[in-house]
Each structure stands twice: as structure tokens, then as C-alpha cells.
């Protein structure tokens, strides 16, 4: 896609984004949010969020995107009604938040559990509850290759497909054993046990199919993270999507 070329979708990881929206524990007793309210109640105290300031990675990000579709669910103006504060990384979110200089995030795990551990932060809507609007159609993790690369070279790309689906496989089939060998290979030295099973318990189920399906690739279209794209029908998705691996 970028200066001209072609770009194909090979494989998925993950059917959603595990994004969430968390709210800081000060905004949250202000309002009067608890953990325990429902969807519906959570959506009738958001719409007085007005002036609310809401983290995000970038102008752009799917953090960004996402951040102005819970607005708009909301009932908010996302240019108006709210304050869209990019912080740069997905780690500088804690540091905003713990300084007051935003009342929510949009993040991914384990970030979001981290925010909830070490500051009280509560998690508003989730997307894999599917309540944040549309988002629960965008595909997480996918890989992308150059179409030439793909062409040119089909019995490597068959060959690391294989091997990424078997450890897809492999999570599927044995969530408990993949999140200990996750946890001691990345996460033993920053995230204490007992919080790293709640955050894998909670992510674990994003985990589901190597398929890349085409509602998906729309989605991303009709959330507007394609730039200068709102019509999937402009994009000839059938020539991206590649599931022949």
C-alpha cells in the first residue's frame, strides 16, 4: 500500500483487538462508577463525561480511533466534548494517569491490568466484551506481506504460516501451559503471578483462528483507520485477503 506497493493479508492471531477504555479511580468516584454496574448503566453515566481527557498512543493509532468511537457511543462530540491526549507509548499511559494529567486510556493488556492493579483504575468498556461499537469486528494481530514477496516465495511463507498456526494451536489447546511459558519467557520480571493469570484469563480468549475473515479487513475501513478510504467497496479486499496457507 505505501508508495505503491501491494500488501496481502496471510494470517490472523487474534480475532479482536484486546483494547479497553479505563477511567482513573478519582473520574470514577466523581461520576459514582463501580466495577460491579452493567453495561447499560456504565453507558448512561458516560454520557456525562463531558471535558473528559482521554489518553491515547497517537493521533491516528487504533488506541486514537477507538478512543473517539467510545466517545461518539457515548453521545460526546470527540473534537468538542472531549480532550484526545496523545502520550507516545503505550507505558507513558501509567505515568499520565498516576499524575492526573488524564482521567482515562485506551489500551491494550497488560497495560490496562497494570493500571488497575497499581492505580485503582476501572475498566469501562471492554472490546472483548464487545462494547465498544463496531470494534468487536477488527481483527487483532494479522500478518502482512509484500504481494511480490508472497509470489516469489510461497514455500517459505507456507512454511512460517505452519509454524505460527501450530503455536496458535498450541494455545488453544492448552491455554493454561502457554500463558506459563508466555509469562517466564517475557513477563516474570515485571508482573507478579497472581496478577498474570488474571491478565492472560482475560486475553486468552482472543486467541481462536489463523483466518482472516473479510468483515474484518471492512471494519477497518468503516471504523476509519484506512486513511483517505470510508468505502470497503473501493478496496479489491479479495486481492488482499490470502488464506491459501
Known amino acids: 500500500v ?8 496471510v494470517m490472523g492471531q487474534a480475532m479482536y483487538h484486546a483494547l ?9 468516584a466523581k461520576h459514582g462508577v463501580t466495577e ?3 453495561f447499560e448503566q456504565r453507558l448512561a453515566i458516560g454520557k456525562n463525561f463531558k471535558g473528559i481527557r482521554c489518553g ?4 491516528g493509532s487504533v488506541t486514537d480511533h477507538c478512543a473517539r468511537r467510545v466517545m461518539i457511543q457515548l453521545g460526546l462530540d470527540p473534537a468538542k466534548d472531549a480532550q484526545i491526549v496523545p502520550v507516545q507509548s503505550v507505558e507513558n499511559t501509567i505515568a499520565a494517569m498516576a499524575n492526573g494529567t488524564i482521567d482515562a486510556m485506551v ?3 497488560p497495560t490496562a491490568e497494570k493500571a488497575q492493579f497499581q492505580l485503582g483504575a476501572i475498566v469501562h468498556f471492554s472490546v472483548s466484551k464487545n462494547e465498544i461499537s463496531g470494534f468487536g469486528d477488527v481483527t487483532g494481530h494479522v500478518m502482512e506481506a509484500r504481494t511480490a514477496d508472497v509470489e516469489q516465495r510461497p514455500d517459505l511463507f507456507r512454511s512460517m504460516i505452519r509454524a505460527e498456526t501450530r503455536a496458535l494451536r498450541y494455545i488453544v489447546e492448552n491455554p493454561k501451559d502457554a500463558g506459563e511459558l508466555l509469562y517466564k519467557a517475557q513477563f516474570a520480571t515485571t508482573i507478579a503471578p497472581d496478577e498474570w493469570r488474571t491478565i492472560w484469563d482475560r486475553n486468552v ?3 481462536k483462528s489463523p483466518y482472516v475473515t473479510r468483515t474484518s479487513l471492512e471494519a477497518w475501513i468503516t471504523m476509519g483507520m484506512v486513511p483517505g478510504v470510508t468505502d470497503p ?7 488482499v485477503l490470502d488464506m491459501r496457507f
Open 36 to 38: 460491579d454496574m452493567s
Open 20 to 28: 479497553f477504555f479505563l477511567i482513573s479511580k478519582d473520574y470514577a
Open 56 to 59: 491515547v498512543t497517537s493521533p
Open 233 to 239: 467497496k473501493a478496496i479489491d479486499l479479495g486481492s
Open 107 to 109: 489500551i491494550p493488556s
Open 2 to 9: 505505501g508508495r505503491g506497493q501491494k500488501l496481502k493479508v
Open 205 to 207: 480468549r482472543q486467541f
